[in-house]
């Protein structure tokens, strides 16, 4: 099946500063890209998305890049807040068969340092 | 409450028992997934339904395992003999899917989850 890789796995930043996380890919039929936010002990949160079609998507702090040739997406957080610190996971959807399941990286614990 | 919902929120078992979660999916969301989540781990797929049918099922999903969504709206996910492998949070999520193989949304709400334990 499709594999994610994501980095780094701990991210340590200082209150205003950038974050970027980074999800590499194999599978170039992969057409939908999520990532999430997950605080200790709750559901994932959807904080942005991007299709296939697009390579740049940006909402008020948060911006997410796609690379289709070198197959991977990244997540930027300008202007870090201690209420981002969180984990993070990217997560792909494959375009091909019947699959609609998400696969997911393995989570970047991002703390934010007030 | 909109959102997705699940119960219980927490399940602590003995080895061997049979436990039962529910997830109810977001009103008008037509399709349902269960995915399961372990520490430091993102989510793994185990089942995915479009309306009341199962269409996809993972490698994870033993044949201890059973889900079902009798009317296409709350799901059940079913663990028999439960073994202490099994700990670990079940996620429920919905998503609003087009017809006619065209995806109208891909986004998916997941619920809090059901965190299992198995003594």
């Known amino acids: 099946g499709e594999n994610v890789e994501q980095h780094p796995s701990t991210l340590s930043v200082q209150e205003g500063d950038s974050a970027v996380i980074k999800c590499t890919y194999s599978?170039?039929?992969?057409?939908?890209f999520p990532w999430y936010k997950q605080e200790l002990g709750k559901r994932p949160q959807l904080i942005i998305d991007?299709?296939?079609?697009?390579g740049e998507k940006k909402d008020q702090r948060i911006a997410v890049t796609l690379n289709k040739t070198a197959k991977h997406f990244s997540l930027h957080i300008t202007e870090t807040q201690p209420e981002d610190s969180a984990v993070y996971f990217c997560?792909?959807?494959?375009?091909?068969?019947?699959?609609?399941?998400?696969?997911f990286g393995s989570g970047t614990q991002l703390t934010v340092l007030p | 409450d909109t959102g997705v919902s699940q119960d219980p929120r927490h399940k602590i078992t003995k080895r061997g028992q049979n436990v039962t979660f529910r997830c109810d999916p977001i009103?008008?969301?037509?399709?349902l997934y269960w995915y399961r989540q372990t520490l430091g781990q993102g989510p793994e797929f185990l089942t995915y339904?479009?309306?009341?049918?199962?269409?996809?099922k993972s490698r994870l999903l033993s044949d201890r395992f059973s889900a079902e969504r009798p009317k296409g709206s709350f799901s059940t996910l079913e663990i028999q003999r439960t073994e202490q492998g099994d700990s670990a949070m079940y996620l429920c999520?919905?998503?609003?899917?087009?017809?006619?193989?065209?995806?109208?949304?891909?986004?998916?709400?997941f619920g809090p989850g059901t965190r299992l334990t198995v003594t």
């Open positions: 999520a919905s998503s609003l899917g087009g017809t006619l193989g065209l995806d109208s949304s891909y986004e998916q709400y």
């Open positions: 599978d170039s039929a992969s057409n939908y």
């Open positions: 991007i299709r296939s079609n697009v």
């Open positions: 997560a792909l959807r494959a375009s091909s068969g019947s699959a609609r399941q998400l696969t």
């Open positions: 009103s008008e969301h037509n399709r």
């Open positions: 339904f479009q309306n009341e049918a199962q269409l996809e």
